[in-house]
Each structure stands twice: as structure tokens, then as C-alpha cells.
């Protein structure tokens, strides 16, 4: 089992940056892929970037590519993801998402889920 909590989520102006982080507990987290959703009101939930239990190999959304990063703390128990030049289009509740083998980037793939943490971009 693993369990995962996101927290840095607020209320940013465009142009600003936030760092959001899922910190994980359960033995099998530091080697398993973790991803980043996100889900604005009204719409399907999307995916954002994800990361190898090892952090060596990353993927990104086409229109997340160049402004977040996702990324593996040393101890592999807390998946970061540092997002630069934020715009009112990235306003969504931001997920993370762990599984236990493999890339994916569609959310029915993931085996476990955090609650969220809403990030608000005004214009």
C-alpha cells in the first residue's frame, strides 16, 4: 500500500511559480512510477508530468513541457513538482498519483491516488 499527501498548492498570480510536493509513505514508493494530475471544474482529469521510481526518466504534458518539473527528492519518498509561469489556464486541483509498474500518463492506470491540493492562478 501507499498512501500520498499533496501540499503547496495556493493562490498565485500569473507569471508566479509554485512547488508542489506528494510525500508518500509504504515501502514500494521509491520505486514506483509517480505522476502528477490535475482537474479544473468541468473538466475530465488531465495529466501533467510523471516520473521512474528511480527519478532518471520523465515525461510531460505538450503544454506543460518547459514550465514544470517534476522531480525526486534523495530519499525518493517525496515526488516535487516546480511549476514556473503559471497562467489562469493551470487554475485545477493537482493530484498525485503513484503505480507499480510501468509509464503512464492516463489517470485509469495509476493504482493509488492523494486528496489533492488546489492551486488558484488569477490573472
Known amino acids: 500500500q501507499v498512501q500520498l499527501v499533496e501540499s503547496g498548492g495556493g493562490l498565485v498570480q500569473a507569471g508566479g511559480s509554485l512547488r508542489l510536493s506528494c510525500a508518500a509513505s509504504g515501502r514500494t514508493f521509491s520505486s514506483s512510477y509517480t505522476g502528477w494530475f490535475r482537474q479544473a471544474p468541468g473538466k475530465e482529469r488531465e495529466f501533467v508530468a510523471a516520473i521512474s521510481g528511480s527519478g532518471g526518466s520523465t515525461i510531460y504534458a505538450d503544454s506543460m513541457k518547459g514550465r514544470f518539473t517534476i522531480s525526486r527528492g534523495n530519499a525518493k519518498n517525496t515526488v516535487y513538482l516546480q511549476m514556473n509561469s503559471l497562467k489562469p489556464e493551470d487554475t485545477a486541483v493537482y493530484y498525485c498519483?503513484?503505480?507499480?509498474?510501468?509509464?503512464?500518463?492516463?489517470?485509469?492506470?495509476?493504482?493509488?491516488w492523494g486528496q489533492g491540493t488546489q492551486v488558484t492562478v488569477s490573472s
Open positions: 498519483a503513484a503505480k507499480r509498474i510501468g509509464v503512464a500518463t492516463k489517470a485509469y492506470e495509476y493504482d493509488y
